[in-house]
Structure formats: structure tokens, C-alpha cells
């Protein structure tokens, strides 16, 4: 009996050694190119930041953020108006779709996971992510515009919100769903409410998760051109009030990218260059002060 076992254990020992050999070959080819692939991916994104950087630097000053957009065929000025601009009607996007995705993704997920009203609207949602911004600017105009009879920051906020509430609410329910059970159950076993373990508990631990989800709206709702265009306009002056026409960098870069001037060119790559710089100094900042270790 040894014998043919020790036969055996050769035979497969043998057999084990020729297969190796290709499996770790094979391995290694794929590992490659994997690796090459990702490597890959980056080239588009480094090529874009280069050449925003490039073309966007040699303008750049305070006076960029403080003076109100040239005339076309004049020299100077900047897109002070544009910078504030985009900050309100992205602020009230936020203000509007935030509260209503994260409370959204908490009663799906917490309340009612598996009800019908809770898949109609994850499939909602996520139809929702595929629409064309235009379509969300046009409906928009439609709401506000046409109902108010003004181009303004309310109407290029609602619209980005519309954008923007599909994002919010899966990323929140994924953040939600990260958390593991075991810490709902151990908040109701010393007699915590539902409402108690999602406030202390379970949204503290997916705050992390959630901000990063708001920051990718954030960056989403900031670089959209063709809703604001058809909701907000443009304006060459300092918003004064939240009903009149409103100027974004998205639209400024839209509409002075396509001048016959150099120098309405230059502003408007030094204008890619700023809202690049706003949405990645904005994630980053996410990132260290919601992070766990400074929670």
C-alpha cells in the first residue's frame, strides 16, 4: 500500500510541476496587462491637467477673482461674477437635493428595504443617472423659467438639483449599506430606538462615504454647462439678487472658448484651470476632515 502511494503522490507531485509552469506564465501575462491598462487610464487624465495648467497659469491673479468679465475686443478683467455665481446656484442644488437624497436613501435602507416603494425608487434613481443634463436644464426652464418669467439662480439651481439627487441618493444608500449590522444590533440590545441607532450610530459611521458622494455631485452640478445656460443664462455683472440672470465659469468657458480673441481665450482656460482647482481642493478637503481618524 505504501508503494502505490508513494506512486501516486509522484505522479501528481510531476503533474503539478508541468502545469505550474504556463498557470504562473499565464499569471503573469494577465497581471501585465492589468497593470498596463491602468497605467493606461491615466494618460487621458494627466494630458488634461497638463494642459489646463499650462494654458490656464500664465493669467492667473487676484484680479482674475475680483474684476467683472471684459468686453469682447477689450484687454484685462476677469470672472469675479462667474466664481460667485457658481457657488450659489451649486449651493442651493445642495440645499435642495441633499436633504431630500440622504433622508431618501435612509428610509429605503433602513425603514423599508425591501418594500416595492423601495426598489421603484433605486430604479428611479438610477434611470435617472443616464438622462442628458439638457433634458434637467429643459425641464427646468419649463418649472421655473417659463413660471416666473426670469432667467435666474433659483431656476440654474433647481436644475442642477434635479442633476444632482440621483448621486446623492445611491452613493448615500451604499455608504448606509457599508455599515455592518452588527452595530444596529448592538444599539438595540442596550434599548435604542430605530430612530436613536440611525442618527448615533449609523450615520455617523457612513458620514465618511456620504461627503465623498456630496463632493462627486458637487463636481458634477459645478462642470455642467447646458442646464445653467438654459436656466441661469449669463451675465457680465455681480449677482445682486437670486432672481436675475447669473453667471457660472461652465458658461463663461462656453462662451469665450469659442471668441476671436486671444485674450477672451485665455480667461476662459484660466477659468477651467480655477474650476478644476475648486472641485479637487473641495474633494480633498472632504477627505481629510470627514475621515475617521478625525472623527
Known sequence: ?????????????????????????????????????????????FSIVILVVRNGLPLLGLQLFTQLPPAPGTQGGGFGSA?????????????????????????????APASRFASTVRLVAKLMTGIPSIICG????????????????????????????????????????????????????????PFQTICRIVLPEALPAIMTGLMLAVARAAGETAPVLFTALFSQNWIHSLMEPTASLSVLIYNF??????????????ASFVLVTIVTITNIMAQVIFSPKHR
Not at 451649486?90 to 425603514?111: H, N, Q, W
Not at 418669467?149 to 444632482?164: M, Q
Open 257 to 270: 472658448a469659442s471668441l476671436p480673441y486671444d485674450y477672451h481665450v485665455k480667461l476662459a482656460w484660466s
Open 83 to 111: 466664481v460667485v455665481g457658481t457657488f450659489v446656484m451649486v449651493g442651493i442644488a445642495l440645499l435642495v437635493a441633499a436633504p431630500i437624497g440622504i433622508l431618501s436613501a435612509v428610509y429605503i435602507t433602513e425603514y
Open 138 to 193: 429643459v425641464f427646468a426652464f419649463a418649472a421655473v423659467v417659463m413660471t416666473t418669467h426670469k432667467f435666474s439662480s433659483i431656476a440654474g439651481g433647481a436644475a442642477l438639483s434635479i442633476l444632482i439627487l440621483p448621486t446623492i441618493l445611491l452613493t448615500t444608500e451604499q455608504a448606509l449599506l457599508s455599515v455592518p449590522y452588527i452595530f444596529r444590533e448592538a444599539s438595540f440590545g442596550i434599548g435604542a430606538t
Open 1 to 45: 500500500m505504501n508503494i502505490f502511494a508513494s506512486k501516486e503522490d509522484n505522479f501528481f507531485s510531476i503533474a503539478g510541476k508541468n502545469t505550474s509552469v504556463p498557470r504562473l506564465l499565464r499569471n503573469s501575462l494577465l497581471t501585465g496587462l492589468c497593470i498596463a491598462l491602468s497605467l493606461l487610464t491615466l494618460v487621458p487624465l
